[in-house]
């Protein structure tokens, strides 16, 4: 069993930044692919960036490519996304979600993730 706890979402004016960081409960967390994924109020989930188990592999939606980037620590245990940027379109709450074996392909965002954190609220005001 592999627990994901999400932090680091807040509050930020239009172009600010926000680093949100997606920390496991387990060391077979090195064995696992991590994917961000956001829901904002009255809209479906969307997968916004993936990284594999390695980190050797990473790729964005194109909602938030160039924008934001993602990173993992294995000795911390904690994938990190840095949000830079940040728009009223952004506002949502923000997921990672555990997956094995896909290594960031394409279609990563349609997989059915094994594991998932129960979310941190990001707002941008307009």
């Known amino acids: 069993q592999l627990q994901l706890v999400e932090s680091g979402g807040d509050l930020v004016q239009p172009g600010g930044s926000l680093r949100l960081s997606c920390a496991a409960s387990?060391?077979?967390?090195?064995?696992?692919?991590i994917g961000w994924f956001r829901q904002a109020p009255g809209k479906e989930r969307e997968g916004i960036s993936c990284?594999?188990?390695?980190?050797?592999?990473?790729d964005y939606a194109d909602s938030v490519k160039g924008r934001f980037t993602i990173s993992r620590d294995n000795a911390k245990y904690t994938v990190y996304l840095q949000m830079n940027g940040l728009q009223p379109e952004d506002t949502a709450v923000y997921f990672c979600a555990a997956d094995q074996g896909w290594r960031c392909r394409t279609g990563w965002a349609k997989r059915k993730y094994d594991y998932w954190g129960q979310g941190t609220q990001v707002t941008v005001p307009s």
């Open positions: 990284i594999s188990s390695s980190g050797g592999s990473t």
């Open positions: 387990s060391f077979t967390w090195e064995f696992y692919d």
